[in-house]
């Protein structure tokens, strides 16, 4: 009997001090990640970097100021096509929608949003890619807009829902209409979530290579405009890392690093901006 | 007379029509109801098009091998012969490992955090493990690269080879790069998604389940693990589906450290590829419209892969959200 329970409290404890373990484990990985890259990459960061184009094969030095200017244009373009799209199938969702046509939709997004990325670049390839024959910036930013489309539908939407109907019914009230409700009360009332939705959209597409890789390509130089190829921090990181020359390996941290700040901030601010608006 | 009768028959209906209709329209609501419905039905249009353009494109490959597509063991661009099996048997295996190393992990830390933690304290970890689900896949990759191949070939492939070499899966040469890698790598990427999904779910079994356990004198453990963890199963399978899904789909990191070869090979340690790694590595070099059509069956292929699970995912998650689970 008491070797029994001797027995059952040692397991007890053995097992949960594993589960402490195994979550210790996982926030180490984080930290050993930015710790890492930190480390690599700060060490490797220049003015350089920032300023100047790949130097040619073989010789050192040079940076990626192309590719920066590249993933905020990419994102720009992702911005203006995928944003506009999620947000008006968000409002609809949440004031318009009716039942059966909802629920399609929604299923509909939420399967658009499990697509694997790079079936998304094939799908912007055969879209923009192929009928022209050439790679180009247009392609990649059609690429990340459709990424960026089944993010944004879905926080507008929840945060749309959280507006309370009160608000809503305060206004028609008053005499506004329904559309002048939702733009002029419900919309401004969940704009920071939506806000925080939206970045949190482009955050996500930032650090794609995936859909990059045979849609908007690379380019070593500054980009020839929307229709030519274009280089972008993800695939620079890519193409550099399984590169045999040391000095890439670098200059490729050194992306990584600005790539993860990037992104870390944007989801950081995201969260902020959505903690203030709660507050209020 | 009866002409007459046949224009004002014709002309009434036609000028009430538009009338009625730009009458709601001034209300606004007709047109705005309009406009979000019609950028609404283009996610649909969208997802349509996709699956239309993927399945139009790989016409070619189709209808050239057929069903044998999937069963080919070659991969041959010079001689434009094309199957997928080998890139099947990579996928698969590598989520294999990623789910048998990331499923054990996930699931304790989620016991931990939504059992033993504070909770405070456990929505700051989660808070942070969340932030290690958007660390971008091509940076899981340059630190696979850097650390976690190095670290295969010198020290984890010798130990598993000293320990177990008997066993086929850690048989053959250990070169660094290969199926454990790739395996390990996405272990830690889907991670995250276990637990929080997981998290979630414990937290919302009910408090009177862990009480009562307890009150019958059972451990801590013991009301965890046969108590709230089988209130919780169905969500926790949903959260391993879409870590899967993940899994299946992930492209960058596991590209950087699987080798890229078309190979089955029993050994862990074998060089390989993935159905989403093969689409990276090759696309922009696929000369040929034969090649090229092969690789996009391929993404037609983990397209369909990916949308059975991420439904059956959703079926899960759904079933605990109403039922709460399962009085068993």
Do not use: C
Request: charge should be positive; glycine fraction near 10%; proline fraction near 5%.
């Amino acid at each position: 009997m008491s070797a029994r329970i001797v027995w059952r409290k040692s397991v007890n404890i053995v097992m949960l001090s594993l589960t402490g373990i195994a979550a210790l484990g996982v926030v180490s990985v984080l930290f050993f990640i930015l710790g890492y890259l930190l480390w690599n990459g700060g060490t490797s960061l220049n003015w350089a970097f920032f300023t100047q184009l790949p130097k040619p094969v073989g010789e050192t030095g040079g940076g990626m100021a192309n590719a920066i200017v590249g993933s905020l244009k990419l994102l720009l373009l992702a911005a203006v096509m995928g944003l506009p799209v999620g947000l008006m199938a968000g409002v609809y969702l949440a004031e318009f929608g009716g039942k059966t046509f909802s629920f399609v939709i929604r299923y509909t997004n939420d399967l658009l949003n499990g697509v694997p990325s790079i079936v998304i670049g094939i799908f912007a390839y055969s879209l923009v890619v192929l009928p022209v024959k050439h790679f180009s910036a247009l392609a990649g930013g059609v690429a990340l807009a459709i990424m960026v489309v089944p993010v944004t539908v879905r926080s507008t939407e929840e945060f749309l829902k959280a507006v309370p109907g009160s608000m809503r019914e305060a206004a028609m009230a008053l005499g506004a209409s329904k559309w002048k409700t939702i733009a002029t009360v419900v919309l401004p009332a969940a704009s920071g979530g939506i806000l925080t939705g939206m970045l949190l959209a482009l955050a996500r597409v930032a650090g794609e290579t995936a859909p990059l890789l045979f849609t908007a390509f690379s380019n070593r130089y500054w980009g020839q405009g929307w229709g030519q190829p274009i280089a972008s921090l993800p695939v620079m990181i890519y193409t550099y890392a399984i590169a045999p020359y040391d000095d890439w390996h670098r200059q490729a941290w050194a992306a990584g690093l600005v790539l993860l700040a990037l992104v870390l901030f944007s989801n950081l601010g995201a969260r902020f901006i959505l903690a203030r608006s709660k507050a209020v | 007379m009866s002409a007459a009768a046949t224009t004002i028959g014709h002309e009434a209906p036609h000028r009430a029509g538009p009338r009625s209709f730009l009458r709601r329209l001034r209300g606004g609501d007709e047109v705005a109801h309009l406009i979000t419905l019609t950028f609404a039905a283009g996610i649909l249009l969208l997802t349509s098009l996709l699956v239309y353009e993927l399945w139009v494109t790989s016409h070619l490959s189709r209808t050239k091998f057929g069903w044998m597509f999937f069963f080919t063991k070659v991969w041959d661009p010079v001689f434009d012969n094309f199957g997928a099996a080998p890139f099947i048997y990579g996928t698969l295996v590598t989520s294999a490992v990623a789910l048998a190393l990331a499923v054990p992990l996930g699931l304790a830390s989620a016991i931990f955090l939504s059992e033993l933690a504070p909770r405070k304290f456990s929505d700051i970890v989660s808070f942070l493990i969340d932030l290690l689900a958007a660390v971008p896949s091509v940076i899981y990759g340059l630190l696979g690269i850097f650390i976690v191949v190095p670290l295969m070939r010198t020290k984890i492939g010798p130990a598993l080879k000293g320990a177990f070499g008997y066993l086929p899966i850690f048989s053959g040469p250990n070169y660094g790069v290969g199926f454990l890698t790739a395996g390990i790598v996405l272990a830690i990427m889907v991670v995250p998604y276990i637990i929080s999904v997981s998290r979630e779910v414990l937290l919302t079994v009910p408090r009177e389940q862990r009480e009562a356990a307890l009150a019958l004198g059972s451990t801590r453990w013991e009301a965890t693990w046969q108590v709230v963890v089988p209130w919780a199963r169905t969500g926790i399978m949903g959260s391993i589906f879409l870590a899967l899904a993940r899994a299946l789909g992930e492209t960058m990191a596991v590209t950087m450290v699987i080798g890229n070869a078309a190979t089955i090979s029993p050994s862990l340690f074998s060089p390989g590829d993935t159905i989403a790694s093969t689409i990276a590595s090759q696309f922009t070099e696929a000369t040929g419209d034969l090649y090229l059509s092969a690789l996009i069956e391929l993404g037609l292929v983990l397209f369909l892969m990916t949308f059975i699970l991420n439904g059956l995912a959703r079926i899960l998650i759904v079933a605990t959200e109403r039922g709460g689970g399962r009085p068993a």
